[in-house]
């Protein structure tokens, strides 16, 4: 039953997180290069920039789910499993939903690191 | 890409296992999470190895949304490919969990997948905004007051 349960934390990890990340991802585009932009108006005006984007906060708030989510996935199964398994298959819904929302160019080693990820995850879950 | 970038992502991939591993061994000594009693899922926050972990984790965000704004989403996540190899590490020798072949070879598949990708562009050629384009090949007339 636990397994089950730690299974289902790992759903919960995968949705939020890729949530989080393409959010997390379009924030910082629109911010845009973090080293450049602080070199010109300093660390406070790029962390405001950030703050104050709308898309972070949602994904602040998807990814502290995401979080609660692992922490409870943690205490029903071994470190080893739920973190790379919910990991892994973030990175392939990432692939996904980054091709579709966010428009980036995705080529055939992009997709083949995905299978390739998803075969991991299958063996990591032995 | 720079060192310095480089940096960057070893930084996102460090803090995330570091993180992780300190939240894994306060969850342990906690035990068992009761979905009937929710306040002690909040409450675990203030354990002192989950707080450094949380410190960790944050850490890793810095790291993570540095590494976001001049590289695409499916090129940063890749580059924690090298935090499965660490985290497998830990679970082995520190945290002293059972960690089979099938597991390894998993983890080296992920490494393999993972690698093809760092060896393309980190960033998507973005087309030029409309607005800028306007601007840019709007006749003088247009620009100047009547």
Redesign the interface.
């Known amino acids: 039953m ?1 397994q089950l349960y730690a299974w289902g934390a790992v759903a919960c990890i995968v949705l939020t997180s890729t949530t989080g ?2 959010l ?2 379009r ?3 629109q ?5 450049e ?1 602080r070199k010109r108006s300093g660390l406070a005006h790029v962390i405001g920039r ?1 703050l104050r984007n709308p898309n972070f906060v949602i994904a602040i708030m998807a990814m502290a789910t995401a ?2 989510a ?3 996935g ?3 199964a ?3 499993l739920v ?2 398994a919910s ?2 298959l ?2 392939v819904s ?2 996904v939903a ?2 579709i929302f ?6 055939h ?2 997709w ?6 998803a ?8 | 890409m720079t060192f310095r970038k480089y940096l960057v992502l070893v930084g996102v991939a460090v803090f995330a296992v570091t993180g992780d591993s300190l939240v894994s061994r306060g969850m342990k000594e906690v035990g068992g999470v009761s979905l009937h009693h929710l306040s002690g899922i909040v409450l675990v926050v203030f354990r002192p190895e989950v707080a450094l972990g949380v410190l960790f984790l944050l850490a890793f965000l810095s790291c993570y949304l540095a590494a976001l704004s001049w590289a695409d989403l499916t090129y940063v996540l890749p580059t924690t490919s090298i935090s499965f190899i660490l985290l497998t590490l830990v679970a082995k020798f520190i945290l002293h969990e059972n960690v089979s072949v099938a597991r390894w070879l998993g983890v080296l598949m992920i490494s393999l997948g993972v690698g093809f990708v760092t060896q393309g562009p980190a960033l998507t050629p973005q087309p030029r905004r409309r607005e800028s384009h306007e601007r840019i090949t709007a006749p003088i007339s247009a620009r100047t007051e009547p």
């Not at chain 1, 911010?31 to 080293?35: E, K, L, P």
């Not at chain 1, 075969?119 to 032995?126: D, P």
Request: avoid cysteine.
């Open positions: 636990k990340d393409v997390l991802s924030t910082m585009k911010v845009g290069d973090v080293a932009l950030i979080f609660y692992m922490l409870f943690l205490s029903w071994d470190v080893s973190v790379p990991t892994s973030t990175f990432n692939a980054a091709k966010l428009h980036e160019r995705v080529d080693r992009r083949l690191a995905a299978v390739l990820v075969g991991g995850v299958i063996l990591l879950a032995q």
